[in-house]
């Protein structure tokens, strides 16, 4: 069985035009596959595209949160929260990825270890396949998955499938809030005092998904 | 939501604990005060009544944020808790602050402010989930450590609750205890307040927006996001690295810009190693500050520090994630992670007698911070530590403690600096008279200076004063070091007053040094004058300490407040009339940040660190802020002005509170040791920090000009208060015969 960690090591490449499937996309988007079978198609397929990923590198994040702030700030109406923010550190600043542990001194978080891990969009088709009205579409120029608001109802399944439940519906606006790689020039990585959060290549993003994985599981 | 206004989140929550009634009101009432401070004050000045304790059922506290809070704009997170304070004498006024997550989260949940009254007859929390709040019962809650608190709150509502909560030391009613909020922050002096409400808690999800004002564009706060990170230095405003770097021109040892070459975060997973800073490169702005170094030393700070942290909206990052693995092996703590920042660190240091950097200092200060910050404890700024050292090198204890209670005492384990004292140590001080044995130490050291001395300030005997007998016997302690024979009052009764490594500052209010004179001379001195706690202001600071030569500080000194307004420290003139403007002036910023609510160690930016630019900051980033976020053009001097009108309406507060119409006498008055420390040195000399009391007499005349405060009482005149808007605050002083005729 060949498991992801050997994939990578075996020098998997991540190339531009390619559609991917199973174990490695999985990987890379976190989009559940526990399995290695690499010929089932129901898995979520990547269609890779110019542009990449962000990826927060939580040895780095200092939880100031600047990049959900710089996030409202660019999305339609200056309001900021952590609801409008399409990355989130918020949901697990304090108690890490799983939430309130009974051994939350040991867990992630700034109530544990300190280590603080941001959840940011990996572009998987997810959403873009169980949205009903089709209002998820790709960006040909930044290979970002974005969301028409004309065509969006808000009837939340995008966010209910996200793999890495960083969709939210705008409670006033009723519309999917995505990110859409701020036509790619991101803005959150232009805030960040650490250079946490970068926007990667897709080959480069495979390293910095790993580590970041590695950082979502319980400790 | 209120439509009219960006910032501010339109309503205040008014929670009354002894009815259970929730009810809410707008923030407008509260425009003219600006936020924070302002809203705390003017709650505090509306609901006055004579003569009562901080821990009343009459007594308010009011939790409040800014306009600026949640909206991005930089360093904007901090906030502000005014109340009565059982650790100042006559429980005057004071507000406290701590920064975090909180007053985001208190501004998207729709409001401005909460303001807490009455008694609950049984411990409660206060749970605010949007337009949801509710109190809830916290029978459980109630004895639980500050951590575990905040665990069982967020296991109750989710993770991205902020939780302020108070310690056993608030529950039991211990003057010096805190209110804190996840990540090491914490208020002080106002932990027991809370407590005598029986409300050990508050939870916050908020899922709303701060909206900015709709004429506000994303490419305006993008840009003034910008010009902020062009000029803005590291914690409290270095502007230049502590020591060389490449790029820098200067270096300076008073900068807190540490960050550099040698400078590792060796705890992290991966650790990561710093090399340059240069002030332009905007993603290593959060590695700039790296306090670790100087509570820790660099080889100790390189082996256990992680990252750096601190609150919302901010890219200095002013705390300190510490990874001291022995806290678990050796301390039998559940954690082997601490965060912290100043006196979190240095108060267990100070009690414990000010060892040198290394191991034992680590866990001195690691282990001390995990039981204050659990007990939720206040150092009152070092004033419980600076007691509990000085007396005990004094041997004082043994003749103030019944003979059984200091045998039980391991004082074997402090002389040999072993941290597992903390233990015992802290436990003391929280858990007061429930404390095995007589526990004289911790009822004493937990219950505030004032209350143990006479207006000489010579000690009563202890349990006298515990006990609230009638006539209490003094203590009969004496100068008696081979250290006090240079000194004349070698022999004397003791004074805490005359005691220079007691650091009681402020003689009227019993309050310790806090950038005082030590730091800028009398313009330090005058602040601390006027505030009924230290004001915690940094506006001085963040000029003085910013690294740039001395010529160049003088430069800008003199450009905003005239010839002289700056000495080099320890080195000091007479006072003149640009030291009282700039006094003021730094009083007024002060209250400004406690207001919009922004960080008072980050602003104001005088200075920067661009030569391009002279070096020259930019003092009106605060108002540019406000207008952007609320959309109400304000230039500075406006928002100074509302600035001031919080300050004039502090100090008729405390007139009123303490009913007495002269400040001057009876409020503004400094402790002996500041005029008469350094015998063989007189006022002026280098290299001592000693005032003149003639001088300080000039200094009071001068700042009480600025201020438009009464020359002989130091009450602000009927003009004065006029012109700020106070018209009502001169009537009730006037009516009670406290207004300068
Ligand atoms: S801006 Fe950077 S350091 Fe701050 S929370 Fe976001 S990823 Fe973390
Ligand atoms: S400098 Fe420190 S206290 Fe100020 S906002 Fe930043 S982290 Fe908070």
């Known amino acids: ?219 | 939501m209120s439509n009219k206004f960006g910032g501010w989140a339109g309503y205040v929550l008014r929670v009354n604990l002894t009815t259970g009634l929730i009810t809410k009101e707008t923030t407008e009432t509260y425009h003219d005060y600006i936020g924070g401070m302002g809203i705390g004050y003017k709650v505090l000045w509306d609901n006055h009544a004579d003569g009562i304790k901080a821990t009343d059922e009459e007594n308010r506290l009011v939790i409040s944020a800014g306009p600026l809070s949640g909206s991005g704009a930089i360093c904007s997170a901090r906030t502000t808790i005014t109340s009565r304070n059982p650790v100042i004498r006559n429980h005057l006024i004071t507000d406290g602050h701590f920064g975090g997550h909180f007053s985001p989260e208190l501004k998207f949940a729709g409001y401005d402010a909460i303001i807490v009254e009455g008694k609950s007859p049984t411990p409660v929390w206060l749970r605010i989930e949007d337009d949801k709040v509710t109190l809830e019962p916290a029978d459980s809650l109630w004895g639980v450590g500050i951590f575990d608190t905040f665990a069982t709150i967020s296991k109750l509502m989710g993770q991205q609750a902020q939780v302020a909560a108070i310690g056993p030391g608030g529950e039991n009613l211990v003057a010096q205890s805190t209110i804190q909020t996840q990540g090491g922050h914490s208020a002080g002096g106002h932990g027991s307040v809370l407590g005598s409400k029986k409300l050990k808690a508050i939870g916050i999800i908020g899922t709303g927006t701060v909206d900015i004002a709709e004429s506000t564009t994303n490419e305006q706060l993008r840009a003034l996001d910008d010009h902020i990170l062009g000029i803005i230095g590291a914690n409290n405003n270095g502007v230049v690295p502590n020591q060389p770097q490449s790029w820098a021109e200067y270096s300076s040892t008073t900068s807190r810009w540490r960050g550099g070459p040698g400078v590792t975060w060796g705890a992290a997973d991966t650790p990561v190693i710093l090399e340059e800073t240069p002030w332009d490169d905007r993603q290593k702005v959060a590695m700039r500050t790296s306090m670790a170094e100087s509570y820790f030393g660099r080889e100790e700070a390189n082996k256990i520090f992680k990252r750096p942290g601190g609150c919302h909206s901010c890219p200095i990052r002013c705390f300190c994630e510490i990874k001291n693995p022995k806290m678990k092996t050796e301390y039998k703590l559940p954690t082997e992670n601490i965060t912290n920042v100043c006196l979190g660190f240095l108060d267990p240091w100070y009690a414990m007698g000010k060892p040198s950097h290394g191991e034992k200092r680590t866990d001195i200060q690691t282990v001390g911070g995990y039981y204050m910050d659990n007990f939720g404890i206040w150092s009152a700024y070092g004033q419980l530590s600076h007691v509990m050292r000085e007396f005990t090198a004094r041997s004082f204890w043994e003749i103030l403690l019944p003979a059984d209670e200091f045998a039980a005492i391991n004082w074997a384990q402090y002389a040999d600096l072993d941290a597992h004292f903390m233990q015992d140590f802290y436990t003391r001080i929280a858990y007061g008279a429930s404390y095995e044995g007589s526990n004289i130490l911790g009822r004493t050291l937990g219950r505030g200076l004032h209350n143990f001395i006479n207006d000489d300030g010579e000690l009563y005997h202890l349990e006298d004063i515990l006990n609230e007998v009638e006539s209490p016997r003094m203590a009969g302690l004496t100068f008696a070091l081979e250290s006090d024979e240079h000194y004349e009052f070698y022999g004397k009764a003791y004074s805490v007053f005359l005691d220079s490594h007691l650091k009681v500052f402020n003689r009227s209010m019993v309050g310790g040094v806090h950038h005082a004179s030590e730091s800028a001379g009398q313009v330090g001195a005058l602040l601390n004058t006027v505030f009924n706690r230290d004001p915690q202001c940094h506006s001085h600071i963040n000029l003085i300490n910013c690294g740039l030569p001395w010529a160049k500080i003088a430069e800008v000194a003199e450009s905003m407040w005239g010839p002289g307004a700056f000495d080099p420290v320890k080195h000091y003139t007479a006072m003149n009339t640009s030291k009282a403007k700039f006094a003021k002036w730094c009083l007024v910023k002060n209250v400004l940040h406690d207001s919009l609510t922004l960080c008072n160690w980050m602003f104001p930016l005088l200075v920067s660190p661009d030569v391009e630019k002279d070096y020259l900051g930019d003092s009106s980033i605060e108002s540019q802020m406000f207008s952007l976020v609320t959309g109400v053009k304000t230039t500075e001097q406006e928002l100074d002005d509302k600035a001031e009108t919080v300050l004039q309406l502090h100090r008729a507060l405390t007139v009123l509170q303490m009913n007495e119409p002269n400040q001057r006498d009876n409020h503004d008055v400094l402790a002996e040791w500041v005029y008469d420390l350094d015998s063989d040195k007189a006022f002026g000399d280098e290299g001592t920090i000693k005032m003149d009391r003639d001088d300080i007499q000039v200094g009071l005349d001068m700042f009480y000009a600025e201020m438009g405060w009464d020359n002989a009482t130091g009450v602000p005149t009927r003009a004065t208060l006029e012109k700020f808007k106070l018209g009502y605050v001169a009537d009730k002083l006037e009516g009670l015969g406290l207004l300068p005729a």
């Open chain 1, 1 to 219: 069985m060949i498991t992801r960690r050997a994939l990578l090591a075996n020098g998997a490449k991540v190339a531009v035009g390619t559609v991917y499937y199973g174990t490695l996309v999985s990987f890379l988007t976190g989009c559940g596959s526990s399995s290695d079978d690499d010929t089932d198609t129901d898995k979520p397929i990547v269609e890779v595209l110019p542009g990449g990923l962000m990826v927060v590198n939580p040895v780095m994040c200092v939880g100031c949160r600047r990049c959900e702030i710089a996030c409202s700030w660019s999305h339609g109406k200056s309001a900021v929260s952590p609801s409008t923010a399409r990355i989130k550190v918020a949901k697990n600043l304090n108690f890490g990825p799983h939430g309130v542990q009974d051994n939350y001194e040991d867990q992630r978080g700034e109530q544990g270890d300190g280590t603080i891990v941001p959840s940011t969009c990996r572009q998987c088709d997810v959403c873009m396949t169980v949205c009903p009205q089709e209002a998820i579409s790709i960006n040909e120029t930044t290979g970002a998955r974005v969301v028409n608001d004309s065509l969006c109802v808000g009837c939340g399944y995008c966010a209910d499938k996200c793999p890495q439940q960083v969709i939210t519906i705008d409670k006033i606006t009723r519309k999917s809030l995505k990110c859409d790689l701020c036509e790619g020039n991101p803005n959150c990585a232009q805030v960040c005092p650490t250079g946490a959060i970068k926007f990667y290549t897709w080959e480069d993003a495979v390293a910095e998904v790993e580590l970041h994985e590695k950082y979502l599981a319980l400790v």
